[in-house]
């Protein structure tokens, strides 16, 4: 059974930092494409991020430079190391297997002074 559970948001001031965390079981990450979406109020889910075989990463052009996708393959966990925070990447961020539609139940993220 697939079980995807994110953890690591809250509050945090502009130009903060955040590490967002996907624990993933009955799959192994290594093996699949995995992303990271949020969905503002008012606005579609968008991808933020996606990483394939834990290596080839793809990322939105508003988060480039400032956001990091990893995986542990050990552990089998998916991260979102989040810089340089903006008030504009407040919302609730979703780990995702492949294309599909096995989703985490989400991770709010807020950052305001």
């Known amino acids: 059974q697939v079980s995807l559970v994110e953890s690591g948001g809250g509050l945090v001031q502009p130009g903060g930092s955040l590490r967002l965390s996907c624990a993933a079981s009955?799959?192994?990450?290594?093996?699949?494409?995995m992303g990271w979406y949020r969905q503002a109020p008012g606005k579609q889910r968008e991808l933020v991020a996606d990483?394939?075989?834990?290596?080839?990463?793809n990322y939105v052009d508003s988060v480039k430079g400032r956001f990091t996708i990893s995986t542990d393959n050990a552990k089998n966990m998916v991260y979102l190391q989040m810089n340089s925070l903006k008030p504009e990447d407040t919302a609730t961020y979703y780990c995702?297997?492949?294309?599909?539609?096995?989703w985490g139940q989400g991770t709010q993220v807020t950052v305001s002074s």
């Open positions: 995702r297997r492949g294309w599909g539609s096995d």
């Open positions: 009955g799959f192994l990450v290594r093996l699949t494409v």
């Open positions: 990483i394939t075989a834990g290596r080839n990463t």
